[in-house]
């Protein structure tokens, strides 16, 4: 049997407390002295122990820390020597209650035979330590070295230096605060976890809240970052709202929330608002949340999921910052949207793009709810104003229409316009399904057609189609001087038709209401005139299963040409359910199935109001009613009006995120795009270059300058707080503005 017998001298621990009061602290640790014992021998070699110390001598709660001798302990004639501490997480715990002393020994070292000693042995206090019991009863005068605070018999320490759990009075602001004075960070903690660090830098200080893993780079000023967990920030002024593992490495660059999104280290002030695996590697990029979004491009916004704004690694070459200023919105399709060029607007919507609907039945669908509103498409450097493209397979007979248009499938028309007018008997009112006008001021050689039509390819087409085999075809070799006429139709009575054609074969055979062909050097398939006040040039008709009303073949197939006051160079009308009244295709090689010089308007067939106005101009416009409308002039900046829903105003407020476009029509530019014009107030553009008002300050408006509204009415200026800039960008400068100067300048308008 191993016996342990136990000497604690707690007199040498408290004495030296008692003369190093004045000093230094000792600590909680004590010295205990036992003696070893086996079968009534002491002895010699090395033990392992275990201290546990318990409040009572059987049983009880274990009180403080459990010691154990690290390394093995030297036994010399049965007596050692261990110094025990039990505080050292919970302080000193010997305030004067009953402790028993509990020993477990492993002897010899190593042999994997533990002993608890019993009984527990009791811990009594030496003289000096019992001294200290009565420490509660000595004045103040009877203490030496008593701190300033003290010397008057007063704890007031609490009442100046400390900050009350209940609330605290009388404090100076910018003198009492709560913080540190050197350069360690400040940390509030709930339940013993982090919640808050704030980090010392070399100027503006990072706010580091939410959980430990939270955190910014060295070096890094101006971070803050307001919860969640595994968020970083590796650059100056950057923002991480939230979120689980999100990193903002570029300089003042926010990330809302969310989680494992990325702002580029390249992406200054970029914008990530939430959502997941969202990525933006460029300048000023913007997602606004859904899933794996990639912004690549300066400039450029990617929403929904998977939508892909190409960076420079993807665009190649010396590029360097990607596709700038493209918009990407991607649908809940789980396949990639990739961009393909700067500056581009792209929407991926499997049902359909709806505007002034909520129910499209197409995949773009607009609905235009005002009287007069058009659309204007133009484009200042030649090509087509409307460009569309649709592919049915040859097996289907599905119609496919279009306007100016590359068109493909089995039964398909480039041009299909449908007009009715839904006011009979208003006087001076008209309807057409296909207006055209053509106005040349060029010189010898240059051509200009109302409407110009091509048909090619390997089966027979019509540059221009009336219903039957072949309604009208016209043709003529004549090369003299006065030329030829295939077809040449002239009415002077009241309701005569220069030339009638008509064809009824139901067969397979051709059938024509009218068959003209040119071939002479300036020979003219048809050529109709009217001169009576109701008369009409050619009327083409054709009843037959594949018959054509009018046919045009040749260099121009047809040509129309009016020179009446309000005369029409070409009319056609279709009274059947679904008949076409233009019917235009363009040759397989290339060309167009529609050619217009001059403005193009389409009505609306029950208004007759304008419903799209393509014209000379450079930017994309629509009407607005504007508050105060008689005071705004083309070029000045239009904010939303909060107090008239759906109006426009005047701006008045540098920054204001309510920014929403620019008086279109200054300095003589028209709009290649027009959306309800003649309906209100004023022509808006949203989107492209017009002249616009600004103002320089201290510093000149360069090309290339971010503008945004000012606190001169109607006028732009210089974007400089970039911060207060977000969502108040109303374009791009394209002309310098001397510093301290105002007028008009070409403005790129891209709103953000």
């Known amino acids: 049997m191993t016996r342990i017998v136990a000497i604690v001298t707690f007199a040498l621990a408290f004495m030296a407390a008692g003369t190093a009061l004045a000093l230094e602290p000792v600590g909680t640790a004590f010295t205990y002295q036992g003696q070893l014992k086996q079968n009534g021998a002491p002895v010699t070699g090395d033990a392992e122990f275990i201290f546990k110390l318990w409040d009572a001598p059987t049983g009880g709660n274990q009180v403080g820390e459990t010691v ?22 919970t302080g000193w715990i010997f305030d004067g209650t009953a402790f028993w002393l509990e020993v477990q020994v492993e002897y010899p070292a190593g042999s994997g ?13 030496a003289p000096f330590a019992s001294f200290s019991t009565l420490a509660t009863a000595v004045p103040w005068a009877g203490i030496l070295d008593l701190p300033a605070r003290f010397a008057d018999g007063v704890d007031d ?3 100046e230096l400390f900050w009350s ?54 070096g890094v000023i101006a971070a803050a970052i307001s919860g969640g967990a595994f968020n970083s920030v590796h650059a100056w002024h950057a923002t991480v709202g939230g979120g689980i593992g999100n990193e903002a490495h570029g300089v003042n660059s926010t990330i809302a929330g969310g989680d494992y999104n990325m702002i580029g280290d390249v992406a200054g002030w970029a914008t990530i608002a939430g959502g997941r695996d969202n990525e933006a590697t460029q300048e000023y990029a913007m997602i606004p949340g859904g899933l794996e979004n990639f912004a690549g491009g300066e400039y450029s916004f990617a929403a929904g999921r998977r939508a892909k704004v190409r960076g420079p690694g993807e665009v190649g070459g010396e590029d360097t910052n990607g596709d700038e200023g493209t918009f990407v919105w991607a649908d809940s399709k789980e396949s990639e949207f990739w961009s393909t060029g700067p500056n581009q607007f792209l929407i991926r919507a499997n049902g359909g793009v709806g505007i002034n609907t909520n129910a499209p039945e197409a995949t773009l669908h607009l609905v235009s709810p005002r009287v007069g509103e058009q659309i204007d498409l133009y484009s200042p450097f030649g090509g087509t104003g409307i460009a569309v493209e649709a592919t049915y397979p040859t097996e289907f007979g599905f119609p496919i229409y279009g306007g100016d248009f590359r068109v493909t499938g089995a039964t398909s028309y480039g041009v299909y316009a449908q007009a009715t007018n839904s006011l009979p008997g208003i006087l001076g009112s008209s309807t ?35 219903q039957g085999a072949t309604g009208v075809y016209g043709t003529t070799s004549v090369t003299g001087a006065g030329g030829g006429y295939g077809v040449r139709g002239v009415v002077a009575c009241s309701k005569g038709k220069a030339v009638s054609g008509q ?26 005139y009217a001169t009576g006040s109701a008369g009409r040039g050619v009327i083409g008709d054709a009843t037959g299963t594949y018959g054509i009303g009018v046919y045009g073949a040749g260099d121009t197939g047809v040509k129309a040409e009016g020179t009446g006051e309000a005369g029409y160079a070409l009319w056609a009308e279709v009274t059947a359910g679904n008949g076409t009244a233009v019917y235009a295709r363009s040759g397989a090689s290339g060309g167009y199935a529609g050619h217009f010089v001059g403005n193009v308007k389409i009505c609306s067939r029950e208004s007759g109001a304008t419903v799209i106005e393509l014209g000379t101009g450079l930017d994309y416009a629509e009407g607005f009613d504007v508050t105060d409308a008689p005071a705004v002039a083309p070029g000045m900046v239009l904010v939303i009006d909060p107090r008239h829903p759906g109006q426009l105003a005047l701006s008045t407020t540098a920054y204001d995120r309510k920014v929403a476009g620019i008086v279109a029509g200054a300095n003589g530019l028209g709009s290649a795009v027009k959306l309800g014009c003649g309906q209100f107030d004023h022509d808006v553009a949203l989107a492209g270059r017009v002249y616009c008002f600004a103002v320089a300050g201290d510093e000149p408006i360069e090309p290339g300058d971010l503008l945004t509204s000012s606190d001169v009415p109607g006028h732009a200026m210089k974007v400089q707080d970039h911060s207060r800039a977000q969502g108040a960008i109303l374009g791009k400068a394209m002309e310098r503005l001397e510093a301290g100067k105002h007028g008009q300048i070409l403005v790129l308008v891209t709103l953000q």
């Open 68 to 89: 154990q001798t690290t390394a093995t302990h030297p036994v010399v004639d049965g007596l050692f020597t261990i110094q025990l501490d039990f505080n050292p997480l």
């Open 113 to 125: 035979s533990w002993e608890t000693l019993t009984p527990r042995q009791r811990l009594t206090a």
């Open 157 to 159: 320490v609490g009442e």
């Open 165 to 218: 759990l209940v609330g605290n009075a009388g404090t100076t602001s910018g003198t009492d605060f709560i913080g540190t004075t050197d350069d360690t960070p400040l940390e509030l903690r709930v339940n013993g976890m982090r919640a808050l660090r704030l980090e010392p830098t070399v100027s503006y200080p990072n706010v580091i809240a939410g959980h430990s893993t939270n955190h910014a780079d060295p």
């Open 432 to 466: 057409y399904g296909v207006y055209g006008k053509a106005t040349s001021v060029a010189g010898a050689g240059a051509s200009a057609y109302g409407g110009y039509f091509v048909a090619a390819g390997a089966t027979p087409g019509a540059g221009v189609y009336g």
């Open 503 to 528: 064809a009824t074969d139901t067969g397979y055979g051709p059938s024509y209401g009218g068959y003209f062909s040119s071939g002479g050097t300036d020979g003219i398939g048809v050529y109709g």
